[in-house]
Structure formats: structure tokens, C-alpha cells
């Protein structure tokens, strides 16, 4: 195995792209769904940021310097620069804010252009922020199942809302079809691509979606908390109304007039201040993200993660692989269960690789195509079979919970 995940990299079109993220010695990332790994390019840009614009241009930097600046723009900039990943136009993204606080924003708006219905209706076991963010809402939340949705589907829901690959299992919704389904009852769409975005191809303008928003310190490498993104269609622009309506998101932030006049296009989303050194890792980021291509991510996270579950069900057959068997139908990710799963992601990290746990019993493994190789994957297979032949994993230290799991 290890012989054919060699020429497997040998092959690799996208092998030197590991060396443009600074990636520690020993280790082997596969959780880059989660946090993405550190560009070597983002390093350098938050030195200059720091340095140059912060330190010595000081508040000039709002507007455009020789250095750069121009912070001012970098929401609507860095929205431009992810469009092309999920099949928007550069107008209709925008960078900002925690994908919560999008979710929260653009539900209300939803709820505003549909002023005589009040469910928002989702899945159960949606990513937890997603229905909390329902539950804080003025909306009544409706839960079904996969199976379910299309029957769920009536003409009191104002919002169908879901996530488009999920966190725990990676199976992936078919968009366009729900999408349809929603708008044939007069329902708007909101899609969450956090688990998407720079990790399967998105096509939100060729299935018509209403809203999306999506995650920047996953596939993107935007680093830790990194702001998120928010898409809305063009044809909502004019009639979107974003209930946290802060100065940032006004016509004209600088006239400081005492009425709130939103700006035109997805601008109006903007809250309060942009976090620019965040801003600044995200933009490096992403346009490492758009250097590769999404055609090329998606094709090597495809055959890296048959190649993984195909070795998996060879050297540990005891857990049980929960995504999707076929590799168009889940994200860039695999999940097993475990009744030990907690036990036996602490027991891999020990030796030096990263997957994650997530409760009560999946163990998962993210394939950010862009720095992880085939020989990684074969490594973490064997090293998990050794575990489990082992029972290395069967100790106090490794059933110790940390506040982060
Ligand atoms: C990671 C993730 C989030 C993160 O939300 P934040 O508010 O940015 O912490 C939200 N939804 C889904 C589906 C996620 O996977």
C-alpha cells in the first residue's frame, strides 16, 4: 500500500504545494476541516500588515498606500476572490463576520422577505450553531430528517436552511434539487458551505440559491477564527435587509448621519469594523485556495479519499465507515464509528497524526488536497490498524477529555 501511495504523489499534480504551507516536521494533518493548515505566504503578509501598514502608515491604511492599505475594501475584495470557488460572481460575496453571526443575519433578512411565514426548517443533527442561530431567531424551527425534507417542504416555510456537506458524516446535499424544491413553495434557500468551500465544487448562481455562507479557517487556510463569507444572490440585493444594521453596512459610513441608509449589494451585510490582520491570513488563504483551482482540489481530495477508504476497509475493518461510499456524494472528508472513537484519535495524535473526534463516536479525517499525501493517508492506516491490534489506545491518558474535543 505504501508502494502505491508513493506513486500516487509521484503523480500528484498539485505535490509542491505542500511546501508553500509551513507544516510542522513528524506531523501527518488530516484535519484541515477543521483548522487549515498555516500558508508560508500568510507569515509574510501579517509581517507586512503588522509592520508596514499598522505600524508606520498607521490609520492611513484605511485607504490605498504604497504599502497596500485599501483595508477598507477587503471585505468585498477577499468576497470577490472566493466567488469563482463556489460559483458566485464576485459581487455577490462578501467576507465578514463568524458564520454564526452570518446565519443570524441572513435568516432575519429571510424572515423580512417573507413576512407571512415563520418556519425556518432544517435537519436535526445540522451543524449545532446553524439551529441555534434558529432558535435565537424570532422563526420557528422545523426539523426532518434526509428522507424527510421534500414532505417538510410547505408553504409556511419561509427558509429551508442546510448545510451542504455535513461536519460529521460528509454526506453532501444534492443543492440543486432542494434548492428547486424550497422555491417551488415560495421558500429561499440558505446553504452552509462550510464543509464546502475549497473542498467540492459549488455551483450556487447554476442552482439558483438564494443565500449561502460559508467558513474561512476550514478548506480556505484562513487561519484560527478567521472571518467568514456571506453570499446572496443579486436578484435579493435591493430587497435584503440585514437586521444587525451597523455602520459598516451603511451608504455612507463617513457622513456619520443618525439614519441607518444601507449600502447597495451585499456591502449592506457588513456589521461593525473588519478584523484586518484576520482579514489580511484569509485573503493569503484564499488566493492560495484559487491559485490551485477547484478542479484540481476536487479531483486529488476524490481519489485520496477512495484510496483511504479502500485501505481502511482492508487493514481496519472494525470501523465502520459512515460517509457516503461514492466520492461525488460526500465531502473531502471520511468518518468511522468507534465506541473507543475519542480513545483512538488521542491514541494517533500521540504518534504524531491528526484527525479529530467528533461526539459521541465518530472518528474523522479531513483530506485538504492541497498539502496532504497519499503516503500521509497510508501512514495514518497502518498506524490506526497498529493502534487497534495493539490496544495502545486503552489508557487513562487517552480517555481524558481536554475542553476542546
Ligand atoms: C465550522 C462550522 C461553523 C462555524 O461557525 P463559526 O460561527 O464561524 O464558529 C458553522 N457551521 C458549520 C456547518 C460549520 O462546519
Not at 95 to 108: E, P, R
Not at 177 to 198: I, M, N, P, Y
Request: with cysteine; aromatic share 8%; charged share 25%.
Amino acid at each position: 500500500m505504501i508502494e502505491q501511495a508513493r506513486e500516487f504523489d509521484a503523480a500528484d499534480p498539485l505535490r509542491d504545494y505542500r511546501s508553500r504551507f509551513d507544516l510542522p516536521e513528524g506531523v501527518i494533518y488530516l484535519d484541515g476541516n477543521s483548522l487549515g493548515a498555516l500558508p508560508k505566504a500568510t507569515r509574510e503578509r501579517i509581517g507586512h500588515v503588522v509592520d508596514s501598514e499598522w505600524g508606520r502608515d498607521l490609520i492611513r491604511s484605511w485607504n490605498p498606500t504604497e504599502a497596500g492599505g485599501d483595508w477598507i475594501a477587503m471585505p468585498q475584495r477577499i468576497g470577490a476572490k472566493i466567488a469563482p470557488l463556489i460559483g458566485a460572481r464576485e459581487h455577490e460575496v462578501i467576507a465578514c463576520d463568524s458564520v454564526s453571526v452570518n446565519l443570524a443575519k441572513l435568516i432575519g433578512a429571510a424572515l423580512h422577505m417573507r413576512p407571512d411565514r415563520k418556519v425556518v426548517l432544517s435537519e436535526p443533527g445540522n451543524f449545532p450553531t446553524d439551529l441555534y442561530m434558529v432558535q435565537g431567531s424570532p422563526a420557528e424551527q422545523r426539523l426532518a430528517g434526509r428522507d424527510a425534507i421534500l414532505d417538510a417542504l410547505d408553504e409556511d416555510v419561509a427558509l429551508l436552511m442546510l448545510t451542504h456537506v455535513h461536519y460529521k458524516t460528509g454526506e453532501m446535499f444534492d443543492m440543486a434539487a432542494l434548492t428547486r424544491a424550497a422555491q417551488e413553495v415560495g421558500a429561499l434557500v440558505l446553504w452552509d458551505l462550510s464543509h464546502s468551500g475549497g473542498a467540492v465544487p459549488v455551483d450556487l448562481d447554476g442552482c439558483g440559491a438564494d443565500f449561502a455562507v460559508g467558513c474561512g479557517y476550514k478548506y480556505l487556510n484562513g487561519g484560527p477564527g478567521a472571518p467568514a463569507y456571506a453570499y446572496v444572490a443579486e436578484r435579493h440585493h435591493d430587497a435584503l435587509v440585514n437586521p444587525v444594521s451597523g455602520w459598516m453596512g451603511h451608504a455612507a459610513p463617513f457622513e456619520f448621519s443618525d439614519e441607518y441608509r444601507p449600502a447597495p449589494g451585499v456591502t449592506r451585510l457588513l456589521a461593525g469594523t473588519p478584523p484586518i490582520l484576520s482579514m489580511a491570513a484569509l485573503e493569503s488563504g484564499v488566493e492560495l485556495v484559487a491559485e490551485i483551482g477547484m478542479e484540481r482540489l476536487v479531483g486529488k481530495s476524490r481519489h485520496m479519499s477512495e484510496f483511504f477508504r479502500a485501505a481502511m476497509a482492508e487493514h481496519c475493518p472494525d470501523l465502520a465507515c459512515v460517509s457516503p461510499q461514492d466520492p461525488a456524494r460526500r465531502g473531502s472528508q471520511l468518518s468511522f464509528r468507534h465506541p473507543e472513537a475519542y480513545a483512538l484519535c488521542q491514541a494517533l495524535i500521540a504518534r504524531g497524526i491528526i484527525g479529530d473526534f467528533r461526539a459521541p463516536d465518530i472518528l474523522r479525517f479531513g483530506f485538504a488536497p492541497a498539502y496532504v499525501g497519499f503516503e500521509d493517508a497510508a501512514k495514518a492506516v497502518l498506524a490506526l490498524a497498529e493502534i487497534l491490534d495493539s490496544g495502545e489506545w486503552d489508557c487513562e491518558e487517552f480517555k481524558r477529555r481536554a475542553a476542546v474535543t
